[in-house]
């Protein structure tokens, strides 16, 4: 197996700055170096794994432009992916208009698809679908798992709209089809629906893997009914646990969320003596969530003796623990230490932070950091660290702020979403004050308020003869 130490071009686009990557290739090609599609690949697939898509970006423009390799629809695919990533949605879409006609088939248009499902933007999700069957391309099972995935998060009621248009077209369901479904049966707590989901893919002959596995037995923690949890998780273990090992990281996290501090021990014990990179990461998850710090730092200080580096990933990990801890202090020294040791900060990297300052009780500081690191690094925020900043700022009142980072997150590219209109919202109704035209600012952006958010309309509107917030939950 190829080592990312085996690749110069590798090595040249890492050790090059973000705004520098075309430099060093440029360099490269002239220091009498050849790109073969498997080296590409290589180094595309090494810097996906470390999250540096802007990186694999610029890698993937210059490659284009200099007409080194032939381009063919997966190549126009993964750039849309990696443009989507970097800079949104509408830029992805851009891009798709200037691809060879030949060339812009279904893998390019279902990989837009899957990035407006990340993004949950779902009038932009569902007319990609739409145009892909106007434009007579092929409906696979992975673009109808990506609705599954889409519906699964903003309205469980179309799942079964996409399971009967599944069953029209004669499409059958995977495995993974089966294991959004379980999910869905499961979030929704209906362990019954859950249940006899998996029967009838057992009927079909699909077997269930562990992740499958882990995903029942998660539900079941989460419903309370440990008994099943346990029996589960006591049949994955298998006849042997010393020999399971690909049970080993799914277990340790499991046996977290049951409060197993003694099978989590167990479980480690079986593979600390030489674990994999992703063993270690399972086993930080797990004593980090028992609230045995002391236990996840030595994982992690054993680890970097063991590999000397490491990716920004399990960096993140510990400093995802000391904020879900509330270990302030702790956290702001280890974010310190990932600067000195020049690791690579990605959005993972500025969640973990974001949550460590507003739990905190500094949002202020949370969205400053935020904003210079972002920019600094060139990295796109996840949706869900722009919600913990609107969050904070909607329970204090604090309109100002609140539309600010409302209009932060239409700047980047997250819109589509009702969950930061109903935070919004939020904000007026605890500020006592009034929010003239909501209805119309929704209907504007192609917004339609569900239940909550016209109880919040409602209740913010001045034109509106209130009521107590509780007749109007009624």
């Not at 090595?11 to 990557?21: D, G």
């Not at 990609?128 to 007579?136: A, H, S, W």
Request: glycine share 4%.
């Amino acid at each position: 197996m190829k080592r990312a130490s085996d690749s110069i071009l590798l090595k040249a686009i890492i050790e090059a700055p973000r705004h520098e990557v075309t430099k060093a290739l440029e360099k490269w090609a002239n220091d009498g170096n050849t790109l073969d599609r498997g080296e590409l690949f290589f180094v595309l697939l090494s810097l996906r794994k470390r999250r540096w898509f802007d990186k694999a970006l610029q890698l993937h423009e210059w490659f284009e432009k200099s007409k080194v390799l032939e381009f063919g629809e997966r190549d126009y695919a993964s750039r849309v992916d990696l443009t989507a990533k970097v800079y949104g949605l509408q830029k992805a879409e851009q891009y798709i208009e200037k691809i060879p006609a030949p060339h812009r088939g279904e893998i390019v248009y279902r990989t837009l698809l899957a990035n407006c499902v990340h993004e949950a933007n779902v009038n932009k999700a569902e007319k990609v679908f739409n145009k892909m069957k106007d434009l007579g391309l092929p409906i696979t099972v992975f673009s109808f798992n990506q609705l599954v995935l889409l519906y699964k998060r903003v309205d469980k009621k179309k799942i079964a709209d996409v399971l009967a248009m599944m069953e029209k077209e004669n499409v059958k369901p995977s495995l993974f089809s089966y294991k959004l479904l379980v999910d869905a049966k499961g979030a929704a707590r209906d362990i019954e629906g859950m249940e006899k989901v998996v029967e009838q893919m057992e009927t079909e002959g699909v077997e269930p893997d562990l992740m499958f596995q882990a995903t029942i037995a998660r539900h079941y923690i989460f419903d309370g009914q440990r008994e099943k949890a346990e029996a589960l998780l006591e049949s994955m273990e298998g006849d042997d646990i010393n020999t399971n090992r690909a049970a080993w990281k799914i277990l340790l996290p499991l046996y977290a969320f049951l409060g197993k501090n003694h099978d989590v021990e167990r479980i480690w014990s079986v593979c600390k003596d030489n674990p994999r990179l992703e063993e270690c990461l399972s086993a930080i998850e797990a004593f980090g969530r028992l609230g045995n710090v002391e236990e996840a730092e030595k994982v992690f200080e054993d680890m970097l003796v063991k590999w000397k580096t490491l990716s920004s990933k399990y960096y993140n990990a510990m400093l995802k623990m000391y904020a879900n801890q509330n270990l302030f202090d702790k956290g702001k020294e280890f974010f310190k230490r990932m600067d000195e040791n020049h690791v690579k900060f990605g959005n993972r990297t500025l969640d973990s932070l974001v949550k460590l300052y507003v739990d905190a009780g500094d949002v202020g500081k949370a969205e400053s950091l935020l904003h210079k690191l972002s920019l600094k690094n060139r990295i796109r925020p996840q949706y869900t660290t722009y919600l913990m900043l609107l969050d904070s700022y909607s329970k204090k009142g604090d309109i100002h702020n609140s539309e600010k980072v409302f209009n932060r997150l239409r700047q980047i590219g997250y819109t589509g979403r009702i969950r930061q209109y109903q935070l919004l919202l939020q904000a007026y109704l605890n500020a006592k004050a009034p929010a003239y035209g909501f209805k119309e600012r929704m209907k504007a952006d192609n917004i339609f308020p569900n239940n909550a958010v016209s109880t919040l309309i409602a209740a913010t509107d001045p034109f509106v003869k209130k009521k107590s917030i509780s007749e109007l939950l009624d």
